[in-house]
């Protein structure tokens, strides 16, 4: 009403509180124009901070940079992608976890600016646990819909993690299904390659790899056997001959 004595959260310690009062004080910090203290300002900011939790721009005014890629580097190296695809979805990753790392802070800032906010209700409280109690419902009740959205966009984030890793996974298993497959088809082809080469030389035969499909040289299958069996010495196990040949030929582009 317009000829209403406006009240602020500031009640007498000499006389109780009446519920009528204590009525009024919610209502006029309801209807207040505006918040005239950081803390108030910072309850007008729920809004770009929520913004933050469910837009499209990643970084927000107040974040910091530098700690963004620190985040993001540690979930690439954590989740290890490969392929476009695979770090596409490692990065919407990344952004949805820096948006689940605002929900603890933004729920404290909300407590915080509440406590201070009505940290004068209950007076007449001489329990000061009791009263700590019953102001803290205050800030739940009054903040009731500004922690429910701040819950739901946290659930809402959290399940959208679910298909993001489910996908990464998937084609990650895909990926190495399919280095295995190649790894040994290159272990058989080398292998056929030296039964020809052990023929070919007992039948005292001229050849070349490439003539029967082979995709590598006969000087890089002869470099592997020397290196193989010294890698088996070594370590007890085989020398992957796609391992091998990767390593052979960046050898001879730097010799």
Partial sequence: MSNSKTVDFEPSYERPVSDAQLNANRANFQHSTGPR?????????????????????ILLPTDDADAYQQHVNRIFEDLS???D?????VQTVADTDWRLLRIAPLEASVWAMGFRKLADLYPEETNEATRTSLIQGEVFAFFRRDFSN??????????????????LKA???ERAEKAK????????????????VDNARHSKIEFTLAEFGFEFSLDELLAYNPRNLRYGLLTERTLAFATFLTTYRKEQKTA
């Fill in 37 to 57: 203290s950081d803390e108030g300002k910072a309850k007008s900011s729920l809004n770009a901070i929520q913004t933050g939790l469910t837009g499209r721009t």
């Fill in 85 to 89: 695809k695979e770090r596409v979805i």
């Fill in 150 to 167: 701040v819950a739901l966009q946290e659930r809402r984030l959290r399940n959208q993690r679910i298909p993001d890793l489910a996908e």
């Fill in 81 to 83: 992608p490969v392929t």
């Fill in 181 to 196: 497959e190649a790894a040994e088809h290159s272990q058989n082809e080398m292998r056929r390659a030296n039964k020809i």
């Fill in 171 to 173: 084609l990650q298993q």
